[in-house]
């Protein structure tokens, strides 16, 4: 298994800093936050972009994220415009995947059925489009109750109704145990269609007042990170995992010592599981 940063646990920092950091800490890749993506592109060149990361000899995996691209109405030609961006975006600098998520529930009442229809869908011409440029779509189910997508198992659904190979999964261990996911789910993915998963743990908080900054770094929470990484194991997946931090106290630290602590805090969980690179 690959071990790679994550922009978001370095929210604040450029992506300079968090290429960087990434190599000072010993990561061999970045999943690349797209906000970072497009101020650095304000100023500097594709070639510029795509030189920053292989003088640092870091692999951008994802770029992360569209995100919301459901029950869009009116304005999903925004959510299309973005993914061809970033799709002319990863095809130039090697980048594999975009990572895209699921929208809140919609004000009126929906069924199961309608909101598998609508991914379905937008995924399809999505990633109808990201194809085109040789892109894979990791669609990532998000476990706040809020979300119309919270659990694998819903994910894998809808993206095998796409009929799509380029379409997949990112798997996120936060959102899984936020949303109520069950080992089981898992036994029933196609590891092929895992393009990424997030390491990550959360406070000992109820599951109703989770969020993204109630994140800790993994293994100093109570995720159930061990069991996450066993049963992925033994279904075979063997790709890339990204550290995915969005706790704000993080984001006032060093950037290096913040993924030094991160990789390190990561390789423990993994390495009982994984083969490392």
Request: aromatic share 10%; hydrophobic share 45%; with cysteine.
């Amino acid at each position: 298994m690959k071990l790679y940063f994550h922009g978001a646990t370095t929210m604040t920092s450029s992506l300079e800093t968090d290429v960087e950091a990434s190599k000072l800490a010993g990561f061999t890749g970045l999943e690349v936050w797209a906000s970072k993506l497009d101020h650095y592109l304000a100023v500097h060149s594709m070639a510029e972009l795509s030189a920053l990361f292989s003088r640092n000899g870091i692999f951008p995996m994802v770029l992360n994220s569209i995100e919301f691209i459901g029950f869009r109405g009116n304005d999903y030609h925004q959510i299309q415009s973005r993914c061809q961006e970033l799709s002319i975006i990863a095809r130039a600098i090697g980048c594999p995947a975009i990572a895209v998520v699921p929208s809140p529930i919609p004000d009126h009442k929906i069924t199961w059925n309608e909101i598998v229809m609508e991914y379905v869908k937008v995924l399809r011409d999505m990633g109808k489009m990201a194809a085109g440029y040789g892109i894979n779509l990791a669609f990532e189910p998000l476990g706040f109750g809020w979300c119309t997508v919270r659990t694998p198992r819903g994910a894998w659904e809808i993206i095998q109704k796409t009929g799509m190979e380029n379409v997949g999964m990112i798997l996120d261990a936060a959102h899984f145990h936020a949303g109520g996911g069950l080992l089981s789910e898992l036994d029933e993915l196609d590891t092929s269609r895992i393009f990424g998963f997030h390491i990550d743990d959360l406070e000992d908080c109820p599951k109703e007042a989770i969020t993204d900054a109630t994140r800790v770094m993994p293994g100093d929470g109570v995720v159930p990170l061990a069991a996450i990484c066993e049963k992925l194991s033994r279904i075979g997946y063997d790709g890339h995992c990204s550290v995915e931090l969005f706790r704000p106290e993080y984001w006032e630290l060093d950037p290096a010592q913040v993924a030094i602590e991160a990789r390190e805090k990561a390789l423990k969980v993994l390495s009982p599981y994984f083969s490392m690179e």
